[in-house]
C-alpha cells in the first residue's frame, strides 16, 4: 500500500493508458450517468486531481458473481481503471496476499483512513447459529461486517445478495441470511442490485461518488435513481409488440422467432427495476429478453421467491399453498358460489315449507269455522 | 312520505266487508285472495340520488376493471402478427382498465363526499359500531336469521348490522386497498415523481417489489369478486324473502316495507 495515494489518472498514465482513452473513458461515464456533455471535462477534472477513494471489499455469503461482472466492465480502461481507481486495499478475493496478512491490511486500511474509506459489501451475512454459517478469518463474517461498517463513510450493497438477500434469502432462508441494511442501520447504503449488477452500473457508481464528492441520488429503495428509475419493460425494445398484444406463446413458436413480448412467457421486465435494456450486458451486445428468454427479475427484492420463472402470475405462498392468485381466486369465489347455491336451495325450501304451514294454519282454522 | 300505494290502501278496512273497492276497480287480474292480503305499506326515503347514481356507475367500473385487470393478468390469444404501429390491442385492454380506475377512485371519493353531506344512511359505508353492544346483538339476530335458526327477520330502514359489517370489509376496505395498490402500480408506469408515484409509490417497497403489489392486487380483485356473488345473492335473497324492498330502493331510493307492524 503506497503512503501517499495517487490520483486515478496517475494511476492510468502508469499503466500505460493514453491521455486520449482516458478522455474516452470521462466521456462514456458521463453518457452513462446521464450527464450531460458538459460533465465529461468535471468527471476528468476530478480523476486528474482527487487522491484515489480507498474502499474495503468484503465478502460475505456470495457467488462472486458481482466480482466477475464488475472486472468485465465495457470499456476496455476500466477493468484496468477500476481495480486501480478505487484504491482496492481489501478484497479477499482479488488480493495477493491471504490469512493474517490480508486481515492485518484491512486493520490497517481501518484504521488509516477513519471515516473516509467506502465499504463495499458483496453478499450477505447469515445471523442464525451466531453467524456461523459464513467464516471469514476464522470469525463470524457478520463480526467482520459491523467491524469494518463503523468507521466506514458510506457502504455499497453489490448485488441482490447484499441488498435484499437473493437466493440463500429465499424462503425458508435456513441460515436467516439478512441484507446488509438490515444489520447495519446507522451508515448510509447503496443497494446496486443484480445477480449480478451490470458492470457499466457498478463502476458508473463509483465514478459518481469520486466526481461528485456524494452519494447518487437514491430512490425509496435506496437504489441509484439514475440506473434503476425504470423498469426494464418501459425501456424494452420489444414493447410495441407488448402494446400490441403480440405475444409469445412457446418458446418455439413463430412470435418467438418473430422475436414478440415474452410476457405470457413469465418475463419479469415490468417488474424489475434495472437498466438491462439501456446499457446491456458485455459491451453492450445484448441481454436477457434481447437474446430470447425473458427477464427473471434479478433486481428485485425476493426474486426467487416470486417465481416461478416462467409464469405471469407469482405463486402465493402465504397461504401454505403454493398456487398463483387466480387459482386461489378461482377457489375462493368457487367455495363462496357453492354456499349461495345451497343457502339458496335451503332458502327456497324453508320459504315453501312456511307458505305450506301458512296455508295449512289457514285452512285448519277455515275449517274450524 | 307516503306513496301512491300507501293511500291506495287505505281504504282496506272499506274492502273487507268483501266487494272490490274503488282502488281495484276495473282492474281484471284482482282476486278476492289479492284483496283479503291488502296490508298497509310504509315507505322511506333512504338513497339519495348522489347514492343511486355512485352505485350503478361504481358497479359498472368494477365490471371493467375486474375483466380488463384479469386479461392484464393473462392477456387473451395474441393479437395477429404484423407492424406494431397497426394494432394497439393490449394497450387499449390497460388503457380501460387505468380509466375504469380513475371512475371507481373519483366515484370513491365523491361517495365519501357525500357521507359527509349526505343522509346518515349515506354514512354506513364507512365504519363499523364494533364498540356497542346492541350493534353485536343485531349482527348475532342476523347471523341466526341466516342460519334458519330466526323465524322472523326484523325490519331495517339502512342496511342490517351484518350486512354493514360486510359492505364495511369486503367492499369499503377492499375497495381501498385496490384503489390503493392500483394507483401505486399505475404510478411506475407514469414514472418516479409523478402524482401517483408521490403518493402511493412507498407501497410498493412495503410489499417487496413490484411483482408482489401485482399479487396482492389481484387478490384484492378476487375479494371484491366475492363480495359482489355475496352481495347479489343477499340483496335479491332479502327482496324476496324480508320484509322491506332491497334491489329496487337501489334504484328509487325508497325502501317500501310489506308489512306495518311495529317491529
Known sequence: MSQSIETFYEVMRRQGITRRSFLKFCSLTAAALGLGPAFAPKIANAMETKPRTPVIWVHGLECTCCSESFIRSAHPLVKDVVLSMISLDYDDTLMASAGHQAEAALQETIEKYKGNYILAVEGNPPLNEDGMYCIIGGKPFVEQLRHAAKDAKAIISWGACASYGCVQAAKPNPTRATPVHKVITDKPIIKVPGCPPIAEVMTGVITYMLTFDRMPELDRQGRPKMFYGQRIHDKCYRRPHFDAGQFVENWDDDAARRGECLYKMGCKGPTTYNACSTVRWNEGVSFPIQSGHGCIGCSEDGFWDNGPFYDRLAQVKQFGVEENADTLGRAAAAGVGGAIAVHAAVSALKRAQHKNEIKKGSSMSQGEE | ?263
Open chain 2, 1 to 263: 312520505m307516503t306513496t301512491g300505494m300507501s293511500t291506495g290502501a287505505k281504504p282496506s278496512t272499506a274492502i273487507a266487508g268483501g266487494g272490490p273497492s274503488p282502488a281495484v276497480a276495473g282492474a281484471d287480474d284482482v282476486a278476492p285472495e289479492d284483496v283479503a292480503s291488502l296490508q298497509k305499506i310504509t315507505s322511506v326515503y333512504v338513497y339519495e340520488a348522489p347514492v343511486r347514481l355512485w352505485h350503478w356507475i361504481n358497479a359498472l367500473a368494477i365490471v371493467v376493471l375486474a375483466v380488463t385487470g384479469y386479461f392484464i393478468g393473462s392477456p387473451p390469444p395474441a393479437a395477429a402478427p404484423g407492424n406494431t404501429f397497426d394494432t394497439f390491442w393490449f394497450g387499449y385492454i390497460r388503457y380501460a382498465h387505468f380509466a375504469a380506475g380513475y371512475v371507481l377512485a373519483v366515484g370513491f371519493l365523491g361517495r365519501i363526499y357525500w357521507a359527509i353531506v349526505g343522509n346518515h344512511h349515506a354514512r354506513q359505508l364507512f365504519y363499523v359500531a364494533l364498540w356497542s353492544k346492541k350493534w353485536w346483538k343485531e349482527v348475532l339476530f342476523e347471523l341466526r336469521w341466516y342460519f334458519f335458526l330466526e323465524k322472523r327477520p326484523k325490519k331495517y330502514v339502512g342496511h342490517n348490522p351484518l350486512a354493514q359489517f360486510a359492505m364495511f370489509f369486503l367492499f369499503t376496505l377492499g375497495v381501498t386497498f385496490q384503489i390503493v395498490t392500483g394507483f401505486a402500480l399505475y404510478g411506475e408506469g407514469l414514472g418516479e415523481g409523478s402524482w401517483a408515484d408521490t403518493l402511493f409509490g412507498w407501497v410498493i417497497p412495503l410489499f417487496g417489489g413490484s411483482m408482489d403489489v401485482h399479487t396482492w392486487h389481484h387478490l384484492g380483485m378476487w375479494w371484491i369478486m366475492m363480495f359482489i356473488l355475496t352481495h347479489v345473492y343477499v340483496a335479491i335473497r332479502e327482496d324476496i324473502m324480508s320484509r322491506q324492498s332491497i334491489v329496487s330502493t337501489m334504484i328509487s331510493g325508497t325502501r317500501t316495507f310489506k308489512d306495518d307492524l311495529p317491529d
